[in-house]
């Protein structure tokens, strides 16, 4: 430490060069003193906002968040070495740069369902915002000057996709991008490639990964056809759509028995009893399968 000019036992730096705030920023000050005259002094420059030299290091290319579900991959050269990806995976809940984000995904929800697509739903970590942050000036900006590409990893099962909230079908899933504005979600075109869901963007935000709610039957499952009482503890009702019900009724119409597909497993099991909890008769038993946008009918055997 040497003594300054004015006397103090601080030296101030020589002049740097002045860049943007980052994380390898170091920041000095500038002050002046009011004297008993009350003249203010000359300003002293104990230094200024000083941008240290730039990592030699490229900013990477490629990025991975969300439980590696999400992977974005971008040109060579997009990302500047002052620049930043930013990842936020609770959009609903708080937003890189939006107070009001929450409700405009709320808002653009409620459309969906007003326009009959309630059924469309984001997949386990399938909703999140994604910004690219370009500095000098530092700011918000999702548009790239080159195309990247977008991927999310598919919880599958079988040729159906986890939801956690019911199963969808792999080839009705999609990127979706929220328009803020205009208060909806804009499809962007899509592909499946082994178990990653791949789409081409010019444009990051809000992002989510939806599919529609399997409501089909065509591949019920229903085992073993005939049941043995006594031997046999269940018939099961496999494949089955989410909020399915099976009823069964004896030959001549009178039902024994209804079942609600409730935990999304696509699974119901009927041993064999009515709804007093007595075995039925041994006979010919038809069920009639249900969902929101599906119904089948078949018949079983009841042997003793």
């Known amino acids: 430490m040497t003594p300054g000019p004015y006397g103090d036992h601080t030296s101030y730096p020589d002049s740097g060069t002045v860049g943007c705030l980052s994380p390898e920023t170091r920041y000095y000050a500038r002050v ?22 730039a990592s030699t290091v490229s900013p990477p290319s490629t990025y991975s968040w969300g439980e ?30 939006s107070p009001s984000l929450p409700e405009k995904i709320s808002a653009a929800n409620a459309k969906l369902e007003n326009e009959g697509d309630s059924r469309r ?31 999310y990893t598919l919880p599958t099962v079988g040729d159906r996709v986890d939801s956690r909230n019911g199963l969808v079908r792999v080839e009705t899933l999609s990127f979706y991008r929220l328009d803020s504005v205009a208060g909806v979600w804009n499809k962007i075109p899509s592909r499946i490639e082994g178990n990653k869901l791949t789409a081409t ?19 019920l499952r229903v085992s073993p056809n005939p049941f043995h009482q006594g031997t046999d ?28 597909e409730t935990d999304g497993d696509g699974l119901l099991q009927w041993d064999g009893k009515n709804s007093s909890g007595n075995s039925v008769e041994p006979g010919v038993y038809v069920y009639h399968v249900e969902s929101p946008g599906a119904e089948k009918k078949g018949k079983v055997m009841v042997l003793r």
């Open 233 to 260: 503890a269940h018939i099961t009702f496999a494949n089955l759509a989410e909020r399915a019900t099976v009823r069964v009724f004896t030959s001549s119409g009178r039902e024994v028995r209804s079942l609600e």
């Open 201 to 219: 963007v010019k444009e990051l935000g809000t992002l989510a990964v939806m599919g529609q709610e399997d409501v089909s039957l065509q591949d």
């Open 121 to 151: 739903r984001p997949l386990p970590k399938g909703l999140v915002e994604i910004q690219a942050s370009r500095a000098c000036p530092a700011q918000l900006d999702p548009v790239l000057e080159q195309p990247g590409t977008l991927t």
């Open 68 to 97: 590696n579900h999400w992977r974005l991959s971008l040109a060579v050269g997009e990302i500047k070495e002052e620049d930043h990806i930013l990842f936020n995976e609770t959009p609903s809940e708080n937003s890189l740069y």
């Open 32 to 53: 002046r003193a009011i004297n008993r005259a009350g003249t203010p002094t000359d300003f002293l420059f104990l230094g200024s906002t000083i941008t240290l030299p």
